[in-house]
Structures are given as structure tokens and as C-alpha cells.
T-cell receptor, first 114, second 109 residues
Framework: DTGVSQDPRHKITKRGQNVTFRCDPI?????LYWYRQTLGQGPEFLTY????????KSRLLSDRFSAERPKGSFSTLEIQRTEQGDSAMYLC????????????FGQGTRLTVV | AQRVTQPEKLLSVFKGAPVELKCNYS??????LFWYVQYSRQRLQLLLR??SRESIKGFTADLNKGETSFHLKKPFAQEEDSAMYYC???????????FGTGTRLKVLA
């Protein structure tokens, strides 16, 4: 499968622990997006990168959340001091950007905070 | 405020019946509208983009700027159309999406 891949697929963690998720976009895609999806809702935008530059962050992204995309390749999303409200599906997507806005989504990482 | 509204959480139709999934949006400016679909155990994928004006898998969607709507239609539903459908808008440039809450379509035999 040469699409967007996310790791891990599932993560269960205790409240207060830190977690990190990884996203590998489609190789030629310069844009990478993170979304969060809770039960019964559509995906909500968190942040996006153009190559290695983080260009926008949603107000949903509290200071416990940090995302990186070193060298413009894979990306990581870290949540520090997890809370039960962080339980959600975290989706990554990539696109060619201006030349083609179609976003290709990964299968997501489901986080459960207990 | 930028918003996408999908009023129906669940839509059940019989095979062969017409389908219309509703989507209304609120946006100041000229948004791009999309429909994404998620089949069971699969990832979210693009179905339609309003600019392309294509028919994909028999589905069409017309952007009505006066009514700020982008309803998805298919004249004859098939069982394989059963899935979760999300309407989304994006601003040109960033192409970050604002999604609706989704409509689950069930096509009954």
C-alpha cells in the first residue's frame, strides 16, 4: 500500500502519559494535515505543513499538542499529559497542495485515554 | 463563521431508489466544496469536487451559491453505495477542510 500510513493504529494510554503518533505521507506530497475525529463528528482540522514548515494551527491544538515534520517527510504528533478528552481518532492526510487539493487520508490512529 | 451542515445522520433507501444527501455551508468568500466517502473498514477518500463537475459512481453534486448548498444525488442507489458520506469545504490556498458531521447512507436490498 503506497498511500498515507499512520502508526500505531491503536493506542491505549493512562491519563497523564505522553503519546506520539507518526504519519508517513505519499512521497511526492508537500502538504501534510492532521485532523481529529470524535464519535459522531466529522474530522476537525488541527494543523498543516507545507514541506517542513508548520503554516497553521487550530485553536483546538492546545499547548499540550505539538507537531513536527522534519525534512518535510514524515510527521509526528505528540500529546503531552494526556486527558480523557483527548480520546479520538487522529487522522493524517497529504496532498500536492495548489496543483491538486485532493487530500489522501491515512487509516488513523485511535487513541483511548483511560 | 465557516460551517458545513449535514442535517441527516442516517439515510435509508431501498436499492434502485433515488438518493439525495443534503449539505449546506456557511462561508464568506468563494469556497471549494467536496464530498468524501468512507466505506466500511476503509479510509476516507474523495468522491467529488464541485469544480470538476464530474459524475463519479453515478453521483453528482451541484453547487448552489444562492442556497449555499452542495447536495449529493444519485438516481438509482446500489447496495455498494452504503457508506459514510462527508461534505467538506476548503479555502483556496490552504486546502484545509471543514467537514460536516456526516450522513450514513444505508441502501437496503
Amino acid at each position: 500500500d503506497t498511500g498515507v500510513s499512520q502508526d500505531p493504529r491503536h493506542k491505549i494510554t493512562k491519563r497523564g502519559q505522553n503519546v506520539t503518533f507518526r504519519c508517513d505521507p505519499i512521497s511526492e506530497h508537500n502538504r501534510l494535515y492532521w485532523y481529529r475525529q470524535t464519535l459522531g463528528q466529522g474530522p476537525e482540522f488541527l494543523t498543516y505543513f507545507q514541506n517542513e514548515a508548520q503554516l497553521e494551527k487550530s485553536r483546538l491544538l492546545s499547548d499540550r499538542f505539538s507537531a513536527e515534520r522534519p525534512k518535510g517527510s514524515f510527521s509526528t504528533l505528540e500529546i503531552q499529559r494526556t486527558e480523557q478528552g483527548d480520546s479520538a481518532m487522529y487522522l493524517c492526510a497529504s496532498s500536492l497542495g495548489r496543483t491538486s487539493p485532493e487530500a489522501f487520508f491515512g487509516q488513523g490512529t485511535r487513541l483511548t485515554v483511560v | 463563521a465557516q460551517r458545513v451542515t449535514q442535517p441527516e445522520k442516517l439515510l435509508s433507501v431501498f436499492k434502485g431508489a433515488p438518493v439525495e444527501l443534503k449539505c449546506n455551508y456557511s462561508y464568506s468568500g468563494s469556497p471549494e466544496l467536496f464530498w468524501y466517502v468512507q466505506y466500511s473498514r476503509q479510509r476516507l477518500q474523495l468522491l467529488l469536487r464541485h469544480i470538476s463537475r464530474e459524475s463519479i459512481k453515478g453521483f453528482t453534486a451541484d453547487l448552489n451559491k444562492g442556497e449555499t448548498s452542495f447536495h449529493l444525488k444519485k438516481p438509482f442507489a446500489q447496495e455498494e453505495d452504503s457508506a459514510m458520506y462527508y461534505c467538506a469545504l476548503s479555502s483556496s490556498g490552504t486546502y484545509k477542510y471543514i467537514f460536516g458531521t456526516g450522513t450514513r447512507l444505508k441502501v437496503l436490498a
